[in-house]
């Protein structure tokens, strides 16, 4: 099958099972099911991130064979570093806001080629938002062309980020007035990013490839820029799927953001 033609085909695929997979999720979604911590991290899961990531692998991985399976719920095999395409899957993006009833999650699967996302789906179905990205040809949600917003400076910005972060005491400069918001779900956060609904998201504590992969593609293919606060670009499906921070934002909010934070020396992860 030519290139084209199986990129289309995958694409469909991955749309079919992310809306499958919400509506699984719709299934359990305010309602009184079994949710624990996790041995090794302490991190919430419910039996709706299990149902959905046994969905989502029946769906992609079975009928790609010859793909790699990278997801938060599956435990890693590192057969995937030997696969040119990788599906990157987060069941459920915002475990703690599903779990308690808030619309702030996200179902997020990318395709990713040597390093980078090359299709990328994002669905709240709470919210019917349905964000989704193709290399080279854009971003969309639910069928409209999305941006960034152009906005340049940090004063007055609508900035998603954990509050008290801007308030830390050792920051050298005071950080100017923002509207900050917070959601628990990392790649919804930048999936905002990339619609105009906000400026900018900044992060200073790790995160996984399943959380940035796909998010990482809609919001580049939206206008905008996302890397770690340093600077240093995202690659996925390699050995460690740990980062160690993110800033995403429109191009000129990004450049003013980086030269604020991307000096900073976060201390060395455990």
């Not at 990318?110 to 980078?116: F, I, P, Q, T």
């Amino acid at each position: 099958m030519p290139e084209a033609e199986a990129r289309a085909a995958d694409f469909a695929l991955m749309k079919e099972a992310v809306r499958e997979a919400g509506a699984i999720a719709m299934r359990f979604y305010r309602t009184d099911h079994k949710q624990w911590s996790k041995a090794h991290d302490n991190t919430p899961v419910t039996e709706a991130d299990i149902e959905v990531n046994d969905l989502l692998h029946a769906r992609l991985a079975v009928a790609r064979p010859d793909y790699g399976w990278l997801s938060e719920e599956t435990e890693d095999d590192s057969s995937r570093l030997t696969q040119r395409l990788v599906w990157v899957v987060d069941p459920i993006d915002g475990t703690r806001a599903f779990a308690k009833g808030h619309p702030h999650f996200v179902i997020s699967v990318a395709l990713v080629e040597n390093g980078r996302p090359v299709l990328a789906v994002l669905f709240n179905p709470a919210t019917d938002e349905f964000f989704e990205a193709e290399a080279g040809k854009g971003a969309r949600l639910n069928g409209r062309p999305i941006r960034t917003g152009d906005r340049g400076g940090i004063a007055g910005c609508r900035m998603i980020a954990f509050a008290p972060m801007f308030k830390h005491p050792a920051w050298p400069e005071p950080w100017p007035e923002m509207e900050i918001s917070d959601r628990n779900s990392v790649a919804y956060r930048i999936a905002l990013v990339a619609s105009g609904e906000a400026d900018a998201t900044l992060a200073l504590n790790g995160k996984s490839d399943w959380d940035l992969a796909a998010a990482d593609l809609i919001l580049h293919e939206a206008g905008g820029r996302m890397t770690a606060h340093d600077g240093t670009p995202f690659f996925y499906n390699r050995a460690s799927t740990r980062h160690p921070s993110l800033l995403a934002a429109g191009p000129a909010l990004y450049e003013a953001l980086f030269e604020k934070v991307g000096r900073l020396k976060l201390p060395p992860r455990a």
